[in-house]
């Protein structure tokens, strides 16, 4: 099992910026930590992932440039970098942990309980 705990998650002013963390109690089998997150009324989105080893990166198109995922391996530790905040980024954010291939494959197996980002205009 691995529990997985996002932290940074908070109100922040539109084109501010804000880091979120996830800290994953193991890796496990687990290969890859990917950020999602929902907005009310809409359906869940992948945001990004990032492979534990080798680093690469996947993000969806339309986020690519504003937000940016890193990790600290010794720490297993995953980071979303938020920058140019837009009301529209107002959701709860997630953090899973998985495999990816593609921004289009990929599963996560464990997940958190998300927090909670809200950018105000």
């Known amino acids: 099992q691995v529990q997985l705990v996002e932290s940074g998650g908070g109100l922040v002013q539109a084109g501010g910026s804000l880091r979120l963390s996830c800290v994953a109690s193991?890796?496990?089998?687990?290969?890859?930590m990917g950020w999602f997150r929902q907005a009310p009324g809409k359906e869940r989105e992948f945001v990004g992932a990032?492979?534990?080893?080798?680093?690469?990166?996947y993000y969806t198109d339309s986020l690519k440039g504003r937000f940016t995922i890193s990790r600290d391996n010794a720490k297993n530790t995953a980071y979303l970098q938020m920058n140019s905040l837009k009301p529209e980024d107002t959701a709860v954010y997630y953090c899973?942990?998985?495999?990816?291939?593609?921004?289009?494959?990929?599963?996560?197996?464990?997940w958190g309980k998300g927090t909670l980002v809200t950018v105000s205009s």
């Open positions: 990032i492979r534990w080893s080798g680093g690469t990166t």
């Open positions: 193991r890796r496990a089998s687990t290969s890859a």
């Open positions: 899973a942990a998985g495999w990816v291939a593609t921004a289009n494959s990929y599963g996560m197996d464990y």
